[in-house]
RNA sequence: GCUCCCGUAGCUCAAUGGAUAGAGCAGCAGCCUUCUAAGCUGUUGGUUGUGGGUUCGAAUCCCGCCGGGGGCGCCA
């Protein structure tokens, strides 16, 4: 946020470096690392090991030259503009800031910004992230949950940093899995249907699970279930074969049942307040993908094993690599039908073509990195260029206490049951810690804490760790959690709330001065607030979320400390009432800007 | 066999080459006639799985080993 004063500071130290012949490595600033203090702090440990590298040290080890640079380069620096005063401090130079003048610019951009506080320039490059990939015919569990609030989160990090970003979903419209419930519904529930949304879907799990099991082969099963079993599954390959073929009645069936999961899934995204740019199917896909294996045939990249086998890529041999790394990938079946594998390598050409993207991030389980790493180099040896800027944001699956999920055991925990439990449990807490709440606003509060809690479980984990489901834990409204960070905002809200003069408003009234002597959490708000954008772009560029939640709870925590340890409406000196509640202002700002960014709002009381 | 991920406090997790390895939960001791106690303050708890190496400096990078999980020719 100070960059000009930065520039100044660091053409100093490299004039002070020229004029003594130091061979100067990097000026990396970080701040002051310890709490209440405020200021920007570099090493020169780098540069004196280069020196000493170099031959042109005077045989002082690494640490002491350090310290001697840092304090010779606070003596040349001198007085420079918007610094109170330096100090040189075990290898580190710190710089520290005129506390009022920085203070009073940090709190005045973020109340005119709004919004808009912490948004990067614009980057000129469209990013296209994919993510919430749930199968239809099933229903959407906690799994997808994390993939979704991982993916949307990202998304809005990455256009709030200032790029193009397309929100793309992909469900999987088709294979065996969503031709065995058709054929199990078409068979034991034809005619049927609950008329309830979530209801309707989850029983088209229920249907998965029941049909799977008739359809697994059982421990000492007797010669008539043997042929039972067989007769089904002769049934289901005669479905899939019809599908395949266009059979005009199970293509009804299935457009039909797949709008059921499909208006399954867009309430649960318009509950997560999720917005999709671009639906793909993998139907879609399906007969461009063919063709790109028939050219790769052609090309002699792909090896044609059919009708004996199926349609390969050996990707290591045409790589020439010694070791199995990559594999052989098999791109279509040998009765010419296509695969996951194939309708991606389709999909990827799409998302640049069709849509313009400069970058595609895949918001994928970690279970499936070889099938991407599969898809990117059979791309790359296809020729296309783009497969460069094509990447897998691999993260843990999701397990529950008792093992890992299977919906075709029906051994899941729907996204929905959670939802309805979160906003019961918060209803409960309402009732006890603000019974005084109106009846009519209980309901949307506790939605928002309850996704709140949920996102936040999901977001403060770093993407590539396996977790484990545990519903106490996820919906948990102590500590280190969404509800935490969102009461930080309610508090900020009610001092506001209380504050009018005059039908003024903190953001109204004009700048305040901030020349009184500020307390170590006032120094520590402002100081951590004026970081938001360099987060913000630290997100962006490593595709974390992680570090967007990390912060938010930060911030929250300096504004509980705050709160409780520096009256603002007792505050008998007008300036610096003033100056609080523009502070308090600029906290709800941020923070609220922080959590958008997570996909989590604040209520205005809880 | 090959390959990917993980291992940090009793538990769940931060810190990804820099200053004193930090939070939450659990435990212990305090704080509501004072802007919302879903909060605050203090405190207990660590040989960062292990052995080497690189570096002025390693939880972080490299190699080996141990432990856990995932993936590997016609599932998605």
């Given at each position: 946020m100070f960059e000009k004063e930065q520039q100044v500071i660091e053409e100093k130290i490299q004039a002070y470096c020229v004029e003594n012949d130091i061979p100067l490595v990097e000026l990396k600033w970080q701040p002051i690392p310890f709490?209440?203090?405020?200021?920007?702090?570099?090493s020169f440990f780098a540069t004196a090991a280069a020196e000493a590298k170099a031959g042109k040290s005077k045989g002082l080890p690494v640490p002491a030259r350090a310290q001697e640079m840092a304090e010779a380069a606070r003596q040349f620096i001198g007085v420079a503009p918007g610094i109170s005063h330096g100090e040189a401090v075990k290898g580190y130079l710190n710089l520290y800031f005129s506390t009022a003048e920085y203070a009073r610019r940090v709190v005045d951009t973020i109340l005119a910004d709004g919004p808009r506080f912490g948004a990067g320039h614009p980057k000129h490059e469209r990013v296209m992230v994919e993510y919430a990939q749930p199968n239809t015919h099933h229903s959407f569990h906690i799994g997808h949950y994390?993939?979704?609030?991982?993916?949307?989160?990202?998304?809005?990090?990455?256009?709030?940093?200032?790029?193009?970003?397309?929100?793309?979903?992909?469900?999987?419209?088709?294979?065996?899995?969503?031709?065995?419930?058709?054929?199990?519904?078409?068979?034991?529930?034809?005619?049927?249907?609950?008329?309830?949304?979530?209801?309707?879907?989850?029983?088209?799990?229920?249907?998965?699970?029941?049909?799977?099991?008739?359809?697994?082969?059982?421990?000492?099963?007797?010669?008539?279930?043997?042929?039972?079993?067989?007769?089904?599954?002769?049934?289901?390959?005669?479905?899939?074969?019809?599908?395949?073929?266009?059979?005009?009645?199970?293509?009804?069936?299935?457009?039909?049942?797949?709008?059921?999961?499909?208006?399954?899934?867009?309430?649960?995204?318009?509950?997560?307040?999720?917005?999709?740019?671009?639906?793909?199917?993998?139907?879609?896909?399906?007969?461009?993908?063919?063709?790109?294996?028939?050219?790769?045939?052609?090309?002699?990249?792909?090896?044609?094993?059919?009708?004996?086998?199926?349609?390969?890529?050996?990707?290591?041999?045409?790589?020439g690599l010694a070791k199995e790394k990559y594999r052989v990938a098999v791109i279509l079946r040998s009765d010419g039908t296509s695969l996951y594998l194939t309708k991606d390598l389709a999909l990827a050409r799409d998302k640049f073509e069709k849509f313009q993207a400069n970058r595609s991030v895949y918001v994928v389980d970690n279970r499936q990195s070889l099938h991407f790493q599969q898809a990117f180099k059979i791309l790359e040896l296809w020729g296309f260029k783009q497969a460069e800027k094509c990447f897998h944001l691999a993260y843990g699956f999701v397990s529950l206490p008792e093992g890992a999920m299977s919906a075709r055991r029906g051994r899941v925990v729907l996204f929905k049951e959670v939802y309805d439990e979160a906003i019961q449990r918060v209803l409960t807490v309402i009732a006890e810690k603000n019974p005084t709440m109106?009846?009519?606003?209980?309901?949307?509060?506790?939605?928002?804490?309850?996704?709140?809690?949920?996102?936040?479980?999901?977001?403060?984990?770093?993407?590539?760790?396996?977790?484990?489901?545990?519903?106490?834990?996820?919906?948990?409204?102590?500590?280190?959690?969404?509800?935490?960070?969102?009461?930080?905002?309610?508090?900020?809200?009610?001092?506001?709330?209380?504050?009018?003069?005059?039908?003024?408003?903190?953001?109204?009234?004009?700048?305040?001065?901030?020349?009184?002597?500020?307390?170590?959490?006032?120094?520590?708000?402002?100081?951590?607030?004026?970081?938001?954008?360099?987060?913000?772009?630290?997100?962006?560029?490593?595709?974390?979320?992680?570090?967007?939640?990390?912060?938010?709870?930060?911030?929250?925590?300096?504004?509980?400390?705050?709160?409780?340890?520096v009256p603002v409406l007792q505050t008998d000196d007008e300036t610096i009432k003033m100056a609080r509640l523009r502070l308090v202002a600029s906290a709800r700002q941020v923070l609220t800007n922080a959590l958008n960014l997570l996909a989590i709002s604040a209520p205005d009381v809880m």
């Open positions: 709490s209440g203090e405020w200021g920007i702090s570099t994390r993939n979704t609030i991982l993916g949307e989160s990202l998304a809005r990090i990455v256009q709030f940093a200032g790029f193009e970003t397309i929100r793309a979903s992909y469900p999987g419209d088709l294979g065996l899995g969503v031709i065995t419930v058709l054929w199990a519904y078409e068979k034991f529930y034809k005619g049927q249907e609950p008329t309830d949304i979530h209801e309707r879907g989850q029983w088209l799990l229920k249907i998965y699970a029941e049909a799977t099991n008739l359809l697994s082969e059982k421990e000492n099963e007797t010669s008539a279930e043997k042929a039972q079993r067989e007769t089904y599954d002769g049934e289901r390959r005669e479905m899939y074969r019809k599908w395949d073929a266009g059979d005009p009645a199970v293509r009804q069936l299935w457009l039909e049942t797949r709008a059921w999961s499909l208006e399954e899934l867009r309430d649960i995204l318009m509950l997560m307040d999720v917005q999709i740019d671009v639906w793909f199917y993998e139907s879609e896909v399906d007969e461009p993908s063919k063709k790109i294996v028939d050219e790769l045939i052609a090309r002699g990249i792909a090896s044609d094993e059919r009708p004996a086998g199926p349609v390969i890529v050996k990707i290591d041999e045409k790589l109106a009846a009519g606003e209980r309901v949307g509060v506790a939605q928002k804490i309850g996704m709140g809690a949920l996102a936040y479980s999901m977001l403060s984990v770093d993407n590539n760790k396996d977790m484990v489901f545990d519903i106490n834990d996820a919906l948990s409204f102590d500590g280190h959690t969404g509800p935490y960070i969102q009461n930080a905002v309610v508090r900020a809200n009610s001092i506001l709330r209380k504050s009018k003069i005059g039908g003024q408003t903190a953001e109204t009234l004009g700048p305040a001065h901030f020349d009184f002597s500020l307390t170590t959490h006032e120094i520590e708000l402002i100081e951590q607030m004026s970081r938001f954008s360099g987060v913000v772009q630290q997100a962006a560029n490593e595709y974390r979320p992680l570090l967007v939640a990390v912060y938010a709870y930060d911030l929250a925590n300096t504004f509980h400390s705050f709160y409780h340890a």
